[in-house]
């Protein structure tokens, strides 16, 4: 009977690490598949976050070499170190 038990207990053993390799391969795919969603969603999120935030930092930029355009003409030869004549 031992030997039957030790078999029973074998077999059961084995059945149970297959569930146990299931369920992580399905965890572990369920993960990947969030992960990819999310990455995905972030990325668009940062596209139109990027969409707007690059034309207004062109804009800026453009200014400021206007300001310091104006500034140059202003105040003569020392307004590059924002010192007037």
Known sequence: MSRAVKVSVEAVAVVSASGVLDVEQRLSRQIDAVAAATRA???ERFEALMGVAAP???ELRE???GVVALGC???GAN???GRPL
Do not use: K, T
Request: hydrophobic share 55%; charged share 25%.
């Open 41 to 43: 969603h972030s990325d």
């Open 56 to 58: 207004m930092a062109l």
């Open 63 to 65: 200014l400021r070499r």
């Open 73 to 75: 003409v202003g105040l």
């Open 79 to 81: 307004a590059a170190d």
